[in-house]
């Protein structure tokens, strides 16, 4: 039997969502990886440097990955991976004004009290620049591996349901208590806070389970898909909105890119070879349709190049902002701040 009002089916939600300061994630910068050249105690400097170029060239947010291993398409599970809000809350200490958050948290590795007041800690290290980047898990090898229970599709959504139910009011002030399938809670208290606003970010491309949440829940919505896909999904999340009488305009939305990007045109293209090689993709073995699939989700060569290629494929179909990630040259000094000068006029 569920305690607590379920906040999801509130007819208020949307007013409230309303009502809170406008979350602006535009621009976003992701490090998708920590495979750097040198020593391990070199490894984080170069993680700050990052952050705080991003921060220099305009971008709004710094992201880090929420995983323990390092992800199929980018690497082996055992290249460098750091626990994202220990990570988070150094380069709080480490800029001033960039907003930082996973993008985006497994719910599924930790109990969603402790995840808000995590969170919360964090906005209050950073002065009030955190974000919760949440979704619902995915990767199994590492719930196998660290003995987490990873469940059906169906359960993990199921229990991002029940956090966010746990969450939302957590960091809004009150004190929830909650007995689900999954989760209880009596009574959360969660303090300090520097605000009641603090905003909530869903991730992910599922049309039904994570748009619908996201139209109940959040403040934004960084949708993963592949580029082609964008016209559907931007339909999809409408219909979600709809269909609990919110505004679609009133939920912030952005799309993850894999920007490739240098000055030479040509390096930026053999850069790419080489990535999509070293993950067991040759595209000069492809097809003109087969090459077109493997590289749905890149923005690649120079900055002319990627600004058109954002412009048109991205914010041409209607969402709002991007986050991207340099996956191959992005620790390199220079380019954060090459794709910042190159994306800021665009959002």
């Known amino acids: 039997m569920l305690v607590a009002t379920h906040l999801a089916q509130d007819t208020h939600l949307a007013q409230e969502r309303a009502s809170l300061d406008e979350v602006t994630i535009r621009l976003g910068y992701q490090m998708p990886n920590f495979s750097y050249s040198g020593s391990v105690k070199e490894l984080f400097p170069t993680v700050i440097a990052q952050a705080r170029e991003a921060e220099a060239a305009g971008f709004d947010t710094a992201f880090v990955m929420d995983h323990f291993y390092q992800l199929p398409g980018i690497g082996k599970p055992d290249e460098p991976m750091l626990e994202a809000y220990s990570a988070l809350s150094a380069l709080a200490t480490a800029t001033d004004t960039i907003q930082l958050s996973a993008l985006v948290t497994g719910n599924t590795y930790r109990n969603p009290a402790i995840l808000a007041k995590t969170v919360t800690t964090l906005d209050v290290v950073s002065g009030g620049r955190a974000i919760l980047g949440i979704g619902a ?108 009488d919110r505004d679609p305009k009133d939920l912030e939305t952005s799309y993850l890119a894999f920007v490739i990007l240098d000055e030479d045109g040509d390096k930026a293209r053999q850069l790419q070879h080489d990535y999509l090689l070293s993950t067991g993709v040759d595209l000069s073995n492809l097809t003109d349709d087969e090459k077109a699939a493997a590289t749905d989700r890149h923005f690649c060569g120079t900055p002319d190049d990627v600004a058109e290629q954002v412009k048109t494929r991205v ?33």
């Open 137 to 244: 898990g995915w990767f199994e090898l590492e719930h196998n591996s660290f003995g987490l229970e990873f469940g059906t599709f169906t359960d993990r959504f199921e229990r991002l349901d029940e956090a966010l139910q746990i969450i939302e009011p957590m960091l809004r002030g009150q004190r929830p208590t909650f007995d689900g399938l999954w989760y209880q809670v009596e009574d959360a208290i969660n303090e300090p806070r520097i605000r009641d606003d603090l905003p909530i970010m869903l991730g992910g491309g599922g049309e039904k389970k994570t748009f619908g949440l996201a139209a109940q829940f959040a403040d934004h919505l960084n949708i993963i898909c592949n580029a082609s896909e964008l016209p559907r999904k931007i339909k999809a999340l409408e219909a979600r909105c709809e269909e609990i």
């Open 315 to 347: 914010l041409d179909k209607g969402v709002d902002g991007v986050i991207i990630n340099l996956v191959t040259n992005g620790h390199q000094p220079g380019i954060v701040e090459l794709a910042g000068k190159t994306l800021k006029p665009l959002v």
